[in-house]
């Protein structure tokens, strides 16, 4: 592909500026959908590397997020809550939720042997005949 001219490449550039801004885009290749420009002729014109396209990106995705977390500020679900406060607490704070976490997950009920259920299940039948039978008896 032939190299494009300062002038185009700066026209392209404000192309590209003007369209992230009216669009809200927070990734380049949101552009193409966009315009017709060609994803070639973008990235070999070094737009991809231009900070003020990347600022123009950046400050979208920071507007994105924080109106993600005024909804999830003022939301009831409890998903949204969670991850709301994993995005805002300390790092105690995340160790002490992520070790609670692994705590439950590491945490598995015992696994007996068949012989040991069935004793098990002996010795609660045996225990509620002796039960029965001293109620038998005070009556």
Not at 7 to 34: A, M, P, Q, R, S
Not at 134 to 139: L, V
């Amino acid at each position: 592909m032939k190299k494009l001219s300062k002038t185009k490449t700066e026209k392209l550039k404000k192309l590209c500026l003007e369209l992230i801004k009216e669009n809200n885009l927070v990734f380049f290749d949101e552009l193409f959908v966009f315009s017709d420009i060609e994803p070639a002729m973008f990235f070999e014109s070094g737009l991809a590397e231009t900070q003020s396209l990347k600022d123009a990106l950046e400050i979208n995705r920071a507007k994105l997020k924080r109106e993600l977390r005024l909804k999830w500020f003022d939301s009831t679900n409890a998903t949204l809550n969670a991850a709301l406060y994993k995005l805002v607490c300390t790092e105690d704070e995340k160790r002490a939720l992520s070790s609670s976490q692994s705590q439950k997950s590491s945490q598995s009920p015992e696994v007996c042997t068949q012989e040991e259920y069935l004793r098990s299940l002996k010795e609660m039948g045996e225990s509620l005949n002796t039960t029965d039978t001293e109620t038998q008896e005070m009556t």
